[in-house]
């Protein structure tokens, strides 16, 4: 299982810590889960199906705390615990609307011409 101390991680990391943790919950009958089928399948289908969900762990912490005890759950239902959790924060610098205040001239300018656009058309 992997270690890390902040929210963020490598999808393999967040896949190693989601699988970890099942481990821990379900035992053996997670390991059973997938008897006979090609485990590096199995991975690369969770990467798919719960994606950037990989990479932040109180994503993976709701999902994981709202699992029923009886059986390992499938990737997709998985993914659907996460997407009802905590939004994934972005490093994006938010956009500020700060408009530079408009001439008047310029305003006045243009309606001018406009009025002398929808005179030429009405007539």
């Known amino acids: 299982m992997s270690n890390y101390s902040n ?49 932040y762990r109180p994503s993976m912490d709701y999902a994981i705390d709202r699992l029923k005890g009886e059986f390992p759950p499938s990737a997709i239902t998985f993914r659907e615990f996460c997407n009802a959790g905590p939004n994934i924060p972005t490093n994006q610098a938010q956009l500020e609307y700060n408009p530079k205040p408009v001439d008047p001239e310029v305003v006045a300018e243009a309606r001018r011409k406009l009025k002398e656009m929808r005179a030429k058309w009405t007539n």
């Open 7 to 55: 929210n963020d991680c490598s999808q393999d990391e967040g896949l190693d810590y989601i699988f970890g943790r099942m481990s821990a919950i379900y035992g053996a009958a997670f390991l059973r889960h997938w008897e006979g089928v090609d485990l590096e399948l199995v991975r690369q289908e969770w990467k798919q199906q719960l994606g950037r969900f990989l990479t």
